[in-house]
Nanobody, 124 residues
Framework: VQLVESGGGSARTGGSLKLSCVTS????????IAWFRQAPGKEREGVSC????????YYLHSVKGRFFISKDYGEETSWLQMNSLKPEDAGVYYC??????????????????WGKGTLVTVSS
């Protein structure tokens, strides 16, 4: 299984970025896809996930209404649209996958597959 993120980069406060996670080798329809982030000196935290099989979406409270997750079965890809970015949104963003459904954001320990991450920086 491979998860490959792209779309990271630099944005100004209030700007937008769209992250992509292309998967391969994953039973995509059976997998919950999540996005985590890790800022320097901080623990990795779950930002959003879209659960299998009903596509329920969950968000970290601080990103609700600004970030939007999506998942396309045909392309076996997930996206994280990030709007109204804030400096505290900066960090390495990781795509993650785990089989089964989730009710709420997963913990890192529940993740079965990780991408290598993509860096997001936000300048004021």
């Amino acid at each position: 299984v491979q998860l490959v993120e792209s779309g990271g980069g630099s944005a100004r406060t209030g700007g937008s970025l769209k992250l992509s996670c292309v998967t391969s080798g994953l039973a995509f329809r059976d997998a919950t896809i999540a996005w985590f982030r890790q800022a320097p000196g901080k623990e990795r935290e779950g930002v959003s996930c879209v659960s299998a099989p009903d596509l329920s979406e969950y968000y970290l409270h601080s990103v609700k209404g600004r970030f939007f997750i999506s998942k396309d079965y045909g392309e076996e890809t997930s996206w994280l649209q990030m709007n109204s970015l804030k400096p505290e949104d900066a960090g390495v963003y990781y795509c993650a996958a785990m089989y089964g459904s989730r009710r709420g954001l997963p913990q890192s320990s529940e993740v079965q597959f990780w991408g290598k991450g993509t860096l997001v920086t936000v300048s004021s």
